[in-house]
């Protein structure tokens, strides 16, 4: 279907609600307001969420994600409101690229994470900000370890993280507890983050099988987030080299 030009206002829940596996649905230059949320859907039918259109204005401004493995490759644009999930990851059928435009902001739900996976195929998070334009990923509320953060368990060389703000994450129970984790024998390019009101460390690294990672890290920021480095069981880490 094709949704172009059109104005959904005034519903007194939910303006779109996208339900399904094989629906192909393309929204341009349409608004999305005065509804109490605008859109309800999955994150496989994010790439037609797109800053054509916009979506403020409702009584809840986000575009609400409901929890599904992703079965293609998808991109958060930057669009007017903040996207709202409660966690994500790949689907192991094939490789999934997973990419953040600059600008967008994600809300995460108490206790969701954002995992990406390698298993069979090689998934990669691309979540490149720029300076003037970066990526903010938060909980919906503003309480340390209120989401469980970012889940790298990929050896994908796509892998980056930089010119992001991830706020309000970490492990509330057990370990490792960063807010975001890197796994054993994966990569990730990592550099110009501030780690805000997280809730012990911003990143826990995996050497339980020895040094067999690839991190490339600069410009790490702390911004009342008490350290750095950890390791897997929650001891606190110098340099990510020599522990």
């Not at 649905?25 to 259109?53: G, Q, V």
Request: hydrophobic letters at 35%; a negative charge.
């Amino acid at each position: 279907m094709e949704l172009d030009s059109c104005t959904i206002q005034d519903c007194k829940e939910i303006g779109l609600h996208w339900v399904g596996y094989a629906s192909t649905l393309n929204i341009s230059n349409s608004t999305f307001t005065r509804n109490d949320l605008p859109i309800l859907t999955n994150p496989n039918f994010i790439n037609s969420i797109d800053e054509t259109s916009t979506y403020s204005g409702n009584v809840n401004d986000y575009i609400r994600l409901e929890r599904s493995d992703v079965n293609q490759d998808i991109t958060f644009h930057n669009i007017d409101v903040p996207f709202f999930s409660n966690g994500f990851k790949p689907k192991n059928d094939a490789s999934r690229k997973i990419t953040f435009a600059p600008g967008v902001t994600l809300l995460m739900d108490a206790g969701s994470e954002i995992l990406i996976s390698n298993s069979t195929h090689q998934h990669a998070a691309i979540m490149a900000g720029t300076a003037d334009n970066r990526i903010t990923v938060k909980g919906k509320e503003s309480v340390p370890g209120y989401w469980k953060g970012i889940n790298i368990q990929s050896n994908s060389p796509l892998n980056e993280i930089g010119y992001l703000d991830i706020s309000d994450a970490g492990e509330t129970i057990g370990y490792p507890n960063g807010a975001i984790k890197l796994g054993f024998n994966d990569y990730l390019n990592i550099h110009d983050v501030n780690f805000i009101n997280c809730l012990e460390y911003a990143m826990s690294i995996n050497y339980y099988y020895g040094y067999n990672f690839h991190l490339e890290y600069s410009n790490l920021n702390l911004v009342n987030t008490p350290k750095l480095f950890s390791d897997w069981f929650g001891a606190e880490v110098i340099d990510p080299y020599n522990p």
